[in-house]
Nanobody
């Protein structure tokens, strides 16, 4: 069982930045896949970005060039740096890890971007 705890959400004005963190309860060195998803109000959860333990990264089109995903195995933490935020980025952001074919989710952190 991998426990994931997100932090760093909050309120920000359009054009601002936030950095989300996702702390894992155990070493992420061997966790091949980690990622971020978000669920905007009234919509389904959607993929934002993911990173493998060998450094391969994928971004959803709406966040390309604005968001940066990273992971730090020494701290058992992954991050999502979000720049140039827009109201369309308002959502609950979830951390995900996949190990041994099992998906683990954090509890989510709210990001609200005002005009």
């Amino acid at each position: 069982q991998v426990e994931l705890v997100e932090s760093g959400g909050g309120f920000v004005q359009a054009g601002g930045s936030l950095r989300l963190s996702c702390a894992a309860s155990e070493s992420i060195f061997s966790i091949k896949y980690m990622g971020w998803y978000r669920q905007p109000p009234g919509k389904q959860r959607e993929h934002v970005a993911d990173i493998t333990n060998d450094g391969r990264i994928t971004y959803a089109d709406p966040v390309k060039g604005r968001f940066t995903i990273s992971r730090d195995s020494a701290k058992n933490t992954q991050y999502l740096q979000m720049n140039s935020l827009t109201p369309e980025d308002t959502a609950v952001y979830y951390c995900q890890a996949v190990r041994g074919g099992t998906r683990y989710w954090g509890q989510g952190t709210q990001v609200t971007v005002s005009v």
